[in-house]
């Protein structure tokens, strides 16, 4: 039922771009995306609702195709403060619950 | 800073032992999550309330409880406490019952010796 995520890590020079997939073999509902730094919190990036609507803020963005049950992270011209874990949340069509993937390591060098 | 504060930040307890996680919500939201997060078991949901009321359960241990009180902070109990329970315990808060964003706490690193 957890989501898978591929990559499992990637590096990147800056300025490089890098997408992450997420697949589920549920029916998707909600996707909901964060990234996570060592031994901090995760934070909320952004979350797409069932429609394959396609989201964005500066220069990451993120498909929801719900026929193939897939989510798509996409990071352009990366910087070095987008190092960290990549999560997929898939959500429920009835409570919060979210179901992660089991990350995505982004490593960011000058 | 996202609005959601824990306490305490670290606790180290022997196994058998019982503690208590404490959460604060964002002002205005309404729903409370719990979350785990180990190494080898990754981001897992534990519980979430929303406005008192128990509204999903993920794969919560029996040693396990939580509850959210009238001013809708959240307590989050564990009992009867083993080395596998060492982990970061993240509570986080959203406006609503599903469909919403949820932010994180900074989490409790708990320490079971």
């Known amino acids: 039922q957890q989501p898978v995520q591929s990559p499992q890590a990637v590096i990147l020079r800056e300025g490089e771009d890098a997408v992450i997939n997420c697949s589920s073999s549920?029916?998707?509902?909600?996707v909901h995306w964060y990234r996570q730094k060592h031994g901090e919190a995760p934070v909320f990036l952004m979350i797409?609702?069932?429609?394959?609507e396609q989201k964005g803020h500066d220069k990451i963005s993120a498909s929801f195709n719900e026929k193939k049950q897939q989510s798509s992270l996409y990071l352009t011209a990366s910087q070095l403060s987008y190092s960290g874990t990549y999560f997929c949340?898939?959500?429920?069509?009835?409570?919060?619950?979210?179901?992660f993937g089991q990350g995505t390591t982004l490593q960011v060098k000058p | 800073d996202s609005g959601v504060t824990q306490t305490p930040k670290h606790l180290i307890t022997a196994t058998g032992q019982r503690v208590t996680l404490r959460c604060s919500p964002r002002?205005?939201?309404?729903?409370v999550y719990w979350y785990q997060q180990s190494l080898d078991q990754g981001l897992q949901f534990l519980i979430q309330?929303?406005?008192?009321?128990?509204?999903a359960k993920g794969n919560i241990l029996e040693r396990f409880s939580a509850q959210q009180f009238p001013d809708l902070h959240s307590e989050l109990n564990l009992s009867s406490l083993e080395l596998g329970d060492s982990a970061l315990y993240f509570c986080?808060?959203?406006?609503?019952?599903?469909?919403?964003?949820?932010?994180f706490g900074p989490g409790t690193r708990l320490t079971v010796l």
């Open positions: 986080a808060s959203s406006v609503g019952t599903r469909g919403n964003e949820q932010f």
């Open positions: 549920k029916a998707l509902y909600s």
């Open positions: 797409l609702l069932k429609g394959g």
């Open positions: 949340g898939i959500g429920s069509s009835n409570t919060g619950k979210l179901i």
């Open positions: 002002s205005g939201d309404l729903s």
């Open positions: 309330y929303y406005n008192g009321e128990e509204r």
